[in-house]
Nanobody
Framework: QVQLVESGGGLAQTGGSLRLSCAAS????????MAWFRQAPGKEREFVATIAWRTGRTYYADSVKGRFTISRDNTKNTLSLQMNSLKPEDTAVYYC?????????????????WGQGTQVTVSS
C-alpha cells in the first residue's frame, strides 16, 4: 500500500533552518503532485508548497515564498522541504501528501495520500 513517511522535524530558532523529508513508497508517483501542508494548534490545515513529480514545477504559499524550497528525488522516491529564515508562525505539524491533481492545486481534500506528520517548532 502507499506510504508517506515524514522525518526531519524538530526545534529551531527564529532565523534558523530545518529540512523535512518524505519517503514515498507503494506505487509510482509520476503522474502525482506532491505537497506539503501544515497545521498549527487551533488552526485549520494550510497549504505550504507543491511539486509535480514528473515535471518538477512548483507552487508556494505566499507566506513561505522565498524562504522554503520544495524538491523531489525521483531516484530515491523522496520529497523534501528546505525551510530557511524560520519564523515562530511556521510552528506546526507538517504533512506530506500526494494527489492526482494539477501542481497548482492547494485543496487538501483533493489529495489521496497523507503522511503521519512531523512537528516543527520555531522559538522566538
Amino acid at each position: 500500500q502507499v506510504q508517506l513517511v515524514e522525518s526531519g522535524g524538530g526545534l529551531a530558532q527564529t532565523g534558523g533552518s530545518l529540512r523535512l523529508s518524505c519517503a514515498a513508497s507503494g506505487r509510482t508517483f509520476n503522474d502525482y503532485t506532491m505537497a506539503w501542508f501544515r497545521q498549527a494548534p487551533g488552526k485549520e490545515r494550510e497549504f505550504v508548497a507543491t511539486i509535480a513529480w514528473r515535471t518538477g514545477r512548483t507552487y508556494y504559499a505566499d507566506s513561505v515564498k522565498g524562504r522554503f524550497t520544495i524538491s523531489r528525488d525521483n531516484t530515491k522516491n523522496t520529497l523534501s522541504l528546505q525551510m530557511n529564515s524560520l519564523k515562530p508562525e511556521d510552528t506546526a505539524v507538517y504533512y506530506c501528501a500526494a494527489g492526482l491533481v494539477a501542481f497548482w492545486n492547494t485543496d487538501g481534500s483533493r489529495y489521496d495520500y497523507w503522511g503521519q506528520g512531523t512537528q516543527v517548532t520555531v522559538s522566538s
